[in-house]
């Protein structure tokens, strides 16, 4: 509010964030439901399968992604999971979107992970100096529901919007997407790195695995998270993009598991289920049956592979 104040008082020319006079009607001169055969020649809808299938795998990673986030081990989630569930809502989100021509709903992470962080439960201090400890999530559903009525409220004070400049609305996302990554192991472990040893913090992935091998972990993720900058980046290939996303699937299931044994792999990421699980899901618990022999084989194996890293 001050920041969009000062822009009136100082007089300050910057960009307004734009809002139709009319948001109960479509922007484009059509009837609310699209029909695809009058705008566009019939022949597309067979020709934009192939990136309707991209698309679609871009959206079942984003809203995967989100929701493995939110539900990991460390924000101590008591209540079941709903990951079926949830990508069934979503298609049926997108049925009714398309049929209306309007944007997609996602879980959308940034978001997500503020909403989860608001919502955290600290112990009380009692001792000077000592630091509250973390309980666990307060799960509930209003806050979510009443988020989104107010959303749906902001329709009716269009005129006070149009007021809000544009770097305003930047910044508060810039704040939003940096307060979200506290608490991230991969944020945690980048920063360990310039960090002396005396001054590291007391963490349960440090204290199970060695640090050369944390680094090694940390930079290979590092340059998967360049690589799909760059493709995402580059207007040619940018269409490769939902493709890298499964590539990256590929990589921690076949390439992370022969360099990483499965306690380092336990504590510094979630343990993937078996390929054929993953293809074709079972009703069975997502954690992968231990067979002693083979992971005796591969640790030994992996064991002479980190020592040559080591090197």
């Not at 390929?275 to 069975?284: A, F, L």
Request: with cysteine; aromatic share 10%.
């Amino acid at each position: 509010m001050t920041l969009t104040d000062s822009t009136s008082v100082f007089k300050i020319q910057a960009i307004k964030y734009k809002v139709p006079s009319n948001c109960f009607q479509p922007t484009s001169p059509r009837s609310w439901l699209v029909n695809p055969l009058r705008l566009n020649p019939w022949w597309l809808i067979f020709l934009s399968m192939l990136p309707a299938m991209f698309f679609s795998i871009l959206i079942a990673m984003d809203q995967n992604i989100t929701s493995v986030i939110v539900n990991r081990k460390d924000n101590k989630i008591q209540k079941g999971y709903g990951y079926h569930l949830d990508l069934a809502v979503i298609a049926l989100l997108m049925i009714m979107c398309s049929s209306f021509g309007i944007p997609f709903y996602v879980a959308a992470t940034v978001v997500s992970l503020m909403h989860v962080h608001s919502l955290r439960l600290m112990s009380e201090t009692a001792a000077p100096g000592e630091k509250p400890e973390f309980l666990g999530i307060r799960e509930q559903r209003v806050t979510a529901l009443t988020a989104h009525v107010f959303v749906a409220l902001s329709l009716f004070i269009t005129p006070v919007m149009k007021l809000i400049p544009v770097p305003v609305l930047l910044g508060i996302f810039l704040y939003m997407g940096i307060v979200s990554l506290h608490g991230q192991q991969f944020i945690d472990r980048l920063l360990i790195i310039f960090m002396p040893t005396k001054y590291q913090p007391d963490e349960p992935w440090l204290r199970k695995v060695r640090i050369k091998r944390v680094h090694l972990f940390t930079l290979i993720q590092l340059a998967a998270f360049i690589g799909l900058t760059v493709v995402e980046e580059i207007k040619m290939i940018s269409m490769a993009f939902p493709l890298m996303l499964m590539v990256m699937v590929c990589i921690r299931k076949f390439v992370m598991e022969k360099i990483f044994l499965e306690k380092e792999l336990r504590a510094l990421d979630d343990p993937l289920p078996p390929w054929h699980e993953m293809i074709r899901p079972s009703n069975k618990p997502l954690m992968p049956t231990i067979d002693s022999d083979k992971t005796k084989k591969n640790e030994q194996t992996v064991e002479l592979i980190s020592r040559s890293f080591d090197c």
